[in-house]
């Protein structure tokens, strides 16, 4: 059920209160950029797909019903918006933002301050950790990455995952099993990277 602050500001929206839809925006908008980066794997098209997401959204509010959370709704429109441009951008050759590269170049310099955060080690290997798990989640099919984004980084339940994709539970369970299994078997030649 949606709570009862976001259905006053979903009833706003559908009558042309654009700050309403503002307030959802920001109360959203990294639940749904975390779920499109899972998804993409990069920066970029991660932020193309919640800009088009939230127009959808907002385009389609009429539509929600509030049976559901607002919150799944709108996991399912960045779902589906992904599966979208992702049709579209098929044969398009992938780009590699140089904004990442100066990120990553940002975070290794000295810092002035004592950190008593993990050392230079501990933060390659879990970049390089990152790096290869998103690598094999890119390789899922469309499919079996939606499942895994969405139980294992959304932590979202069978249930909602059921409503959200239109299945049954016991299917949702089997799918993700298998999906499971596929990541398993692609990250097997780096398994002493996570301590198997």
Request: hydrophobic share 35%.
């Amino acid at each position: 059920m949606t709570s009862p602050q976001d259905s006053q500001l979903i009833e706003r929206c559908r009558h042309g209160d654009r700050e309403a839809f503002d307030e959802l925006v920001r109360r959203y908008e990294r639940q749904a950029y975390n779920l499109a980066y899972r998804l993409t794997g990069n920066y970029d098209d991660a932020s193309d797909v919640v800009v088009e997401a939230f127009v959808r959204a907002f385009q389609g509010l009429h539509t929600f019903r509030g049976d559901a959370n607002f919150g799944t709704w709108l996991h399912r429109v960045v779902v589906n918006t992904f599966l979208d441009l992702r049709k579209r951008s098929k044969g398009r050759q992938q780009v590699v933002s140089l904004e990442e590269q100066m990120e990553l170049d940002g975070d290794m310099l000295t810092r002035q301050i004592e950190d008593t955060s993990p050392g230079p080690q501990e933060l390659v290997e879990e970049q390089e950790r990152e790096q290869v798990l998103q690598r094999a989640i890119d390789q899922l099919s469309p499919e079996r990455r939606i499942l895994i984004v969405l139980y294992h980084f959304e932590n979202l339940s069978y249930e909602e995952i059921a409503q959200m994709l239109k299945l049954p539970v016991g299917t949702v369970k089997s799918r993700l099993n298998r999906a499971r299994l596929a990541l398993r078997e692609i990250l097997e030649p780096s398994r002493e990277l996570f301590g198997r």
